[in-house]
């Protein structure tokens, strides 16, 4: 463990200590600051500095801003300043559309906020499908402290189901058949050498039976972490069908049984809670806490998290359609943004809950929107008392 002192100017950031990230250790996750701070701070950044893909996959939270050509990102000293003022940053994330599909915005943009989150001691996440040439990925790997993929296919036609069907153009599945293979020899390229590769899959209607296959090939290409979430229904997902409460529980049972246990297993995005009435529910998060190497994540949205759209500079506090951007970079500092949402936001309030005995600090907003429109969670409690 390493304690990491950082001089800047007239100032020094208040940094911890940068230990490895385990099921002990995730900065991801807002609990961490609410327990240490008694309140929620703004911890984590996520920049989506891509709005281009070689993918369109169906689920895909971003889907329709994803276009052809786009346009000129704002200058890098402007995000460096904006992340230099955020007082308790200890993470960031960068995402897109896909963040390496342009060279330019490799060498220009991801390798230096990365070199800065390494020398201010924060940790840094990047979200890539991993299809494209390895040499890209081999020179972001040195600064980087996890890699997140999504992986929900069991072969490469999944992945052609999957990944293009939202395509204006036919792509042959000899093409995705050989970007299936890089992705997975990337892959494995990357964990071979030391990276931390955390893969996602959502729980959906057609992965749900069949996320045991998927996690042995996410084990086989040596990904330390397999995250898991249920799917949604935002922006390309939200003409799927939809799987039920009692799907997403039953295929977590599934998984948790055939899974290998020494690797790390994130669930994140839950839609079952500590002040549930449903036994059942009570049942899978007390074997949630009490499998090895198992973690549940608290929603980071608007809790410890901003997301900054780097063409236009303007801030999102989370994914819930309801909620346009909250404010500008070029106006505001994203701390005062951050804070406005927390103080001023009918939304924010509605799910401010905490329960220290469930290591619960409320639901996702969507989640709470679609599944428990008529609950009050301010005026709940749980039921249960993990550990
Ligand atoms: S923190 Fe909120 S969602 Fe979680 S158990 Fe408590 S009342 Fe329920």
């Known amino acids: 463990m390493n304690t990491v002192h950082h001089h800047d100017r007239n100032k020094e950031w208040a940094v911890g200590t940068v230990s490895k990230l385990s099921p002990m250790n995730d900065p991801w996750d807002p609990i961490g600051s609410l327990k240490r701070y008694g309140e929620h701070r703004l911890t984590s950044v996520e920049m989506t500095v891509a709005q281009v893909c070689n993918m369109r996959c169906e689920h895909c939270a971003v889907g329709h801003t994803l276009i052809m050509r786009e346009p000129n990102m704002l200058p890098l000293d402007l995000m460096l300043k904006k992340l230099d003022q955020v007082r308790d940053l ?56 996890v890699m997140h993929i999504s992986f929900n296919y069991t072969n490469a036609m999944d992945f052609h189901e999957v990944g293009f069907v939202h395509s204006n153009h036919q792509i042959s599945s000899s093409v995705t058949g050989k970007w299936f293979d890089q992705m997975m020899e990337n892959t494995r390229k990357l964990t071979e050498g030391g990276l931390l590769v955390s893969a996602e899959s959502m729980i959906n209607y057609r992965t749900h039976h069949k996320l045991g296959e998927i996690h042995r090939l996410i084990d086989e290409m040596g990904c330390q972490r397999h995250e898991v979430h249920p799917m949604y229904p935002s922006s390309f997902a939200s003409s799927l069908p939809v799987l039920s409460i009692d799907n997403f529980r039953q295929s977590i049972n599934q998984l948790l049984d055939v899974r290998n246990k020494e690797m790390w297993m994130l669930f994140g995005t839950l839609p079952f809670y500590g002040c549930s009435t449903n036994p059942e529910d009570h049942t899978l998060l007390k074997r949630l806490y009490e499998e090895p190497n198992v973690t549940v994540r608290n929603d980071p949205d608007g809790r410890n998290r901003l997301n900054v759209n780097m063409f236009n500079g303007e801030v999102y506090v989370t994914d819930f359609a309801d909620i346009p951007s909250f404010g500008s970079i070029y106006e505001e500092e994203l701390d005062d943004i951050f804070n406005r949402w927390l103080s001023t936001h009918p939304l924010a309030q509605s799910v401010n809950c905490h329960c220290p005995s ?10 709470a929107n679609m599944y428990y429109p008529n609950v009050d969670f301010m005026n709940r409690q749980s039921n249960i008392t993990l550990g």
């Open 90 to 145: 200890e993470t960031i994330s960068i995402t897109g559309g896909e963040p390496t599909f342009h060279m330019s915005t490799v060498k220009d943009y991801i390798i230096p906020i990365l070199k800065y989150a390494r020398e201010r001691g924060i940790r840094s996440q990047l979200n890539s499908n991993v299809t494209l040439d390895y040499a890209r990925y081999e020179m972001i790997a040195p600064y980087l402290d």
């Open 358 to 367: 469930a290591a619960c600090c409320g639901p996702n907003l969507l989640v």
